[in-house]
């Protein structure tokens, strides 16, 4: 087991969380343990309500937790399948706003390799869906590989492109210690809503026309699309095992990404899940990944 503690980046309330092994095909699961009887969440794109800001989970009793994009992307980037993850109230902590914390944690406790398949969907044909000029698709590759493009007004983070090939611990060493990002005048709206309350220059990176207000600047040049990349693995992840396919995301959110999943899901022969043989689990994201790996990162 390993535990985790911080805030919530939109409740501000302090939180913990622990992650613990889970049998093999178990898949991962999140418990709230400040609740009594509540049902445990299954990480499931199809538990997912309309929430532009972070993604939440809802269970059929109402029980929800929030913000769990980065933990996800945290353990389908280091080859998790199968984790129970406890959390004592009703949103995960932002930590430093990136999934390196998750990621070091996990690598530090050591991961258990099970004797059992691999399964993982396969991408068979395109699927794609738009929304106010943004959009995202995903179609047929021999891994998970990623294209992704934002563009912003402000000429701090402006257009900005990246495309990773997931495998062999790419996301540890490229994409996992990118961090949030937000506009000025979005961190005031935000407040005036009543979220926000836990972000700081300590767990999100503040941009303010060219000028970046978090002490320290950015990690990476790019690090605002990485970052759209990490919350990208972390959506997809709820599709319920890996994914063999290319993801291509421009100015895609938390709710296209997940519409892309319930559209995959909707249309017939677009996917299907296959047992995977040692060169495709050779190329899923954290197979092979190591402590080390950690060390390319802040």
């Known amino acids: 087991m390993v535990s985790f ?3 919530g980046l939109h409740s501000g309330r302090p939180a913990r969380v622990s992650l613990l092994p889970q049998a093999a095909n178990v898949g991962i699961w999140f418990r709230r343990t400040d609740l009594d009887d509540a ?9 997912v309500p309309q929430s532009r800001l972070c993604t939440r989970l809802i269970a059929e009793d109402g029980t929800e937790v929030s913000t769990v994009e980065h933990i996800m992307a945290a353990l389908v980037g280091s080859g998790i399948h199968n984790a129970l993850i406890e959390v004592d109230g009703p949103e995960l902590p932002i930590l430093d706003g990136s999934a390196a914390p998750f990621v070091r ?16 969907l396969e991408i068979l044909q395109p699927v794609r869906v738009e929304e106010d000029g943004a959009w995202a698709e995903l179609t047929p590759a021999d891994g998970l590989e990623m294209d992704y493009t934002i563009d912003f007004d402000d000429a701090a983070i402006g257009r900005q492109q990246r495309i990773e090939n997931l495998a062999n611990g790419r996301f540890v060493r490229e994409l996992c ?3 949030t990002f937000c506009r000025r005048s979005d961190v ?4 005036q ?8 220059y300590d767990n999100a990176v503040v941009v303010d026309g060219d000028a970046v207000l978090s002490p320290g600047g950015f990690r990476h040049a790019d690090e605002a699309v990485r970052h759209k990349m990490l919350d990208a693995l972390g959506d997809l992840a709820l599709a319920g095992a890996p994914i063999l ?5 421009y100015r895609a959110g938390h709710m296209i990404t997940n519409q892309l999943l319930r559209a995959l899901f909707a249309k017939p022969g677009a996917v299907r899940l296959v047992e995977c043989t040692s060169n495709q689990a050779a190329r899923l994201p954290g197979v092979g990944v190591k402590t080390a790996d950690l060390a390319h990162v802040a």
């Not at 005031?188 to 407040?191: F, K, Q, R």
């Not at 396919?245 to 995301?249: A, K, L, N, P, V």
């Open 5 to 7: 503690v911080g805030v």
């Open 39 to 47: 049902e445990m969440i299954p990480a499931r794109y199809d538990l």
């Open 105 to 120: 944690g996990i690598l530090d406790a050591g991961i258990q390799r099970q004797s059992a398949p691999i399964y993982a």
């Open 177 to 179: 210690d990118s961090r």
């Open 188 to 191: 005031e709206m935000m407040h």
């Open 193 to 200: 809503a009543g979220l926000a309350l836990g972000g700081t």
């Open 245 to 249: 396919g290319r993801y291509t995301g």
